[in-house]
């Protein structure tokens, strides 16, 4: 059985830091797309940045753009998201993803397992 799942989450003030894992098993994903998606109160879910196998040329939205980075450890089969300069409207439930192919995607329909989701809370 395939599993996502995601930690790292949690309550800090505005312009500090995070990191989130998102932690895969019942199968390797050392060759597929992955990406990161969150989803506020009253929102849809939107995209926040995405990872090929490789780990060249990662894509983020722009709302987090050189705050955000993505990363993926294939070895340990685990992809994080390094948040700095953390913002009230960067609060949201994180989702990580991972799809069946390579490639980078940032629609979630292209996305074919999801995490749980873990809660980032910003504080002004």
């Known amino acids: 059985q395939v599993q996502l799942v995601e930690s790292g989450g949690g309550l800090v003030q505005a312009g500090a830091s995070l990191r989130l894992s998102c932690a895969a098993s019942?199968?390797?994903?050392?060759?597929?797309?992955m990406g990161w998606f969150r989803q506020a109160p009253g929102k849809e879910r939107e995209f926040v940045a995405a990872?090929?196998?490789?780990?060249?040329?990662?894509y983020y939205a722009d709302s987090v753009k050189d705050r955000f980075t993505i990363s993926r450890d294939n070895a340990k089969n685990t992809m994080y998201l390094q948040m700095n300069s953390l913002k009230p409207e960067d609060t949201a439930v994180y989702y990580c993803?991972?799809?069946?192919?390579?490639?980078?995607?940032?629609?979630?329909?292209?996305?074919?397992?999801w995490g749980q989701g873990t809660q980032v809370t910003v504080s002004s």
């Open positions: 990872i090929n196998w490789s780990g060249v040329n990662p």
């Open positions: 993803a991972a799809r069946f192919k390579g490639g980078l995607r940032t629609y979630s329909d292209e996305y074919d397992y």
């Open positions: 019942g199968r390797t994903f050392s060759k597929n797309g």
